[in-house]
């Protein structure tokens, strides 16, 4: 099986990037993926907190710190801004840095309602400059070989998608979102939501459930079913009960196919055998028949050497960024995929208080 394990290099001077948002996620996911990135040199550093953004410029190797984003951007005049921060400052400060003439990588959700998330693509389209939203999950390797295998002719057409993905629901409002579920979904369930269109296209109406016996904290499991523009199906399974930090997508194919990633660490391939030449193994048990028959897969596991930032898709997220700058492939998702994802996720919302199908386009309407 080909794998989608790297990025090329574009070869190109480094970006000049500042960094926005010296937190949780920047320092355990982003800051130690850098070092992985010749094409980035970190220039500046910017947090409220200044110990923080000290700490970060020199765990980086030396970088100017800030803790006032504009006085950063005069004195440092970056070419990126990476913003990492919560969605309260991620929409107002990733405004002022594309006015600035920064191209800007913003961490999800890019917003805390849909209208904030378009007027960054809107701005970033007025100006010229790549906007990309944080989605590490569609950039890690195990993901970008499914979405290839998937893409093929052999594969057929994706019919199917089911994303689980886990998470709690907060039990006070987080980031300030009401009803509690927002929280959620803005944090969390938005990840599979945009894996779901990185394979099947735009959504068109969204109906979402959730479990309402037994006493799960926050709330109990919710599962949400999306119907595709192109007429296709996502299954979300948001699961507010997990043993550990599931993450899981199978995408099912018209030609009697499927690919599986379990944890972001292992990709199956599974396609008829009478399809690919290889024998079927006989079962253990012949008289059976078909139900104990064992099938031929083709798998694929994250190298055990490859560093967590790298299998998780925060390296190859970063590198997908700095050569869409340098004049790439156009990085994705976009601020458009964001602005997308929003109303995904406030059609899911609205499902779950009225009981009914929310189209993407009621939403669209309203809250655009
Ligand atoms: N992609 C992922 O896997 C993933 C995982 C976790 C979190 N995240 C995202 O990362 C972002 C940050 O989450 P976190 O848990 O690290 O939050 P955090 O609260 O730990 O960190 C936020 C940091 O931003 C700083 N900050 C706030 N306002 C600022 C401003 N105006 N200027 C400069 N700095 C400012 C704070 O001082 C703090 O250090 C969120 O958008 C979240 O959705 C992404």
């Known amino acids: 099986m080909r794998t989608e394990d790297s990025v090329p290099e574009s070869g190109l001077s480094p970006v000049r990037v500042a960094l926005v948002g010296c937190g949780r996620h920047a320092s355990i996911c982003i800051h130690p993926s850098l070092p992985y990135l010749p094409q980035i ?6 947090d409220l907190d200044q110990s923080r953004a000290r700490a970060t410029a020199e765990r980086l190797g030396g970088a100017a710190v800030y803790t006032k984003t504009a006085r950063m951007l005069a004195a440092e005049q970056p070419e990126a801004v990476i913003a990492i921060g919560p969605p309260a400052m991620q929409n107002p400060v990733g405004q002022e840095c594309l006015a600035h003439g920064c191209h800007l990588l913003i961490d999800k959700p890019p917003g805390l ?16 400059l790549i906007g990309q939203v944080g989605h590490n999950q569609r950039h890690s390797p195990a993901m970008r070989t499914a979405r290839r295998i998937a893409a093929s002719a052999e594969f057929g057409e994706p019919t199917t998608v089911f994303a689980k993905y886990c998470g709690e629901i907060p039990t006070e409002p987080f980031w300030g979102l009401e009803p509690l579920v ?4 803005y944090y969390q369930a938005v990840h599979p939501v945009d894996t779901s269109r990185s394979i099947l296209g ?3 109406t969204v109906t979402a459930y959730q479990v309402q016996s037994g006493s799960v904290p926050g709330g109990g499991p919710i599962v949400v079913m999306l119907e595709f523009v192109n007429g296709t199906l996502a299954v979300l399974d948001q699961n507010t009960a997990t043993p550990y930090f599931q993450v899981r997508t199978t995408i099912t194919g018209s030609a009697g196919t499927s690919v599986d990633v379990v944890d972001l660490d292992r990709v199956t391939y599974l396609q008829r055998p009478e399809d690919t030449g290889h024998r079927r193994v006989e079962p253990a048990q012949p008289e059976f028949g078909m139900f104990y028959e ?3 897969a083709q798998t694929w596991q994250v190298p055990r050497q490859y560093p967590a930032e790298k299998a998780w ?20 998702p976009t601020l458009w995929d964001g602005y997308q994802n929003l109303l995904a996720l406030e059609a899911i919302s609205r499902s779950l208080t009225t009981g009914r199908p929310v189209p993407i386009d ?4 309203e809250l655009g």
């Open 41 to 46: 040199q970190v220039v500046a550093v910017c």
């Open 113 to 128: 309602c849909p209208a904030d998330a378009r007027q960054l693509a809107e701005a970033a389209d007025a100006a010229g």
């Open 182 to 185: 927002r929280g959620l979904l």
């Open 202 to 204: 735009e959504i068109d």
């Open 294 to 296: 064992v099938m031929p």
């Open 313 to 332: 898709g925060y390296v190859d997220q970063l590198a997908a960024f700095a050569a869409a700058v340098r004049g790439g492939e156009p990085a994705k």
């Open 362 to 365: 009621e939403i669209r309407t």
